[in-house]
Every structure is written in C-alpha cells, then in structure tokens.
C-alpha cells in the first residue's frame, strides 16, 4: 500500500530533551516536506527536500532541523524543544515537488513539549 | 503572495443538506487549487484539485468544487451531506516558488446533524 508513515503518533518530552521524528514513504517520491498544524492557522511549512542531499527551509523553520540522506527518509529534528514547538505534526510526499502535484500526507503527530 | 481564506471555521448541516464550504484565494498568477480533507486522528486526504483544466472540478465522495476567476473563489460542494462527512476540510493553492509548497486556510469544521 502507497503510503507516508511517520513515528511516532503521539509523544510527549520535556523542555530541551532532543527528539526525532522519523517519516517515510514507499512511493519512490523525490519531494518530501513537512508541516505543523496549530488551530486557526493550518498548516505551516517547516522544511522541504526536492530530492536527496537537497532541503530547505520553509516558513517556520526556527527550532527545527531535516536530513535527506535517502529518498525514503525525511526525518524531523528537535535539538532543543520548547512549549510553542507544540503541535500536531505532518510529513508529506509528492513526486516531484511541481505546483500541481497533490502531497501524500501521513497521519500526524501529536507533540507535547512540557 | 499567495493567500487562502476559508469562510467560516465552523460549518453545521443536517443530513442530507447541501454542503457549502467557502474559500476565497489570492493569487497573481493562475493558480493551482486543492480541496483536503481531514478525519480525527488522521492525516490530510485530497478530495479533488484544480489545475487550469475543467472549470468545475469532480472529486471523492461525491464532492465538487468550482473555480471562478471573477470572484477568486473555490467553493467545494456536495449535494446530500453524509454523517460520515463530518469532518474538518482544508483548501490550499501552490505557492509561486514552485518548491511544492502549498499554502493552506485555516480550516473548515464540518458538523453534520442526523
């Protein structure tokens, strides 16, 4: 089954304890991104990755860092979390990154920095 | 810049009403537009997209969306609401840096009443 995973679903840390959130996919897709959710906003871009060894940064990139070592995985970095990087927290796919590509998104998760 | 704005954050219907979920863009350029949707505790699922093709665009389950340049408008409708629509629906339109990114609203919760 075509899909974007990421892991895990729910967590919960304290201020400043590094964290890591894996994603994944199995579409052999070359554009990867992810976004947070806050209520009455959407979502917001945080990084993107066109392709291997490629990424950059989206509209809220403070606080945060991504590795694009292989086309598979786009993992999501949190060296030092704080309360506001609570969130719910989507990775998305799509194959090439052009603007009418639809993202595959994952099914979220769920961060709560104490 | 891009921006999307859906009218109203919350949306009640009975079953079997028309559905109406508003959306307003802002765009210098033709855009590209998307209609999501999201169920609790999943991620976002494309229910159809606009891309400088058919004015009136047929999605899933039994949503449609037209695209009407005058009024920068991409309303998504469905006839007959299901208890199972209850959910919250996201428009986006594709950023003009062509990385990908797509610019969200800020949601619609749609309520449906049996």
């Known amino acids: 089954e075509a899909q974007v995973t990421q892991n895990p679903r729910y967590l919960i840390t304290v201020t400043g304890k590094k964290l890591t959130v894996t994603c994944s996919q199995n579409?052999?897709?070359?554009?990867m991104s992810w976004y947070r959710q806050d209520p009455g906003l959407g979502l917001r871009q945080i990084y993107y990755?066109?392709?291997?060894?490629?990424?950059d940064k989206g509209d809220v990139p403070e606080g945060y860092k991504v590795s694009r070592k292989e086309k598979r995985n786009f993992p999501l970095i949190l060296e030092s979390p704080s309360p506001n990087q609570t969130s719910l927290y989507f990775c998305?796919?799509?194959?090439?990154?052009?603007?009418?590509?639809?993202?595959?998104f994952g099914n979220g998760t769920r961060l709560t920095v104490t | 810049a891009q921006s999307v704005t859906q009218l109203g954050s919350h949306v009640s219907v009975s079953e079997g009403a028309l559905v109406l979920l508003r959306c307003n863009y802002s765009?210098?350029?033709?855009?590209?537009l998307f209609w999501y949707v999201q169920y609790p505790n999943q991620g976002l699922q494309l229910l159809l997209k606009?891309?400088?093709?058919?004015?009136l665009v047929k999605g899933i389950n039994g949503f449609e969306a037209e695209f009407k340049k005058s009024e920068t408008s991409f309303h998504l409708t469905k006839p007959s609401a299901h208890m199972s629509d209850a959910a919250e629906y996201f428009c986006a339109v594709s950023d003009l840096s062509n990385t990908g990114k797509l610019i969200f609203g800020q949601g619609t919760t749609l309520q449906v009443k049996p």
């Open positions: 579409m052999n897709h070359e554009y």
């Open positions: 990755s066109m392709n291997v060894e490629v990424t």
């Open positions: 765009s210098s350029v033709p855009p590209y």
């Open positions: 998305a796919s799509s194959p090439g990154g052009l603007n009418y590509s639809p993202l595959h």
């Open positions: 606009y891309t400088s093709a058919a004015t």
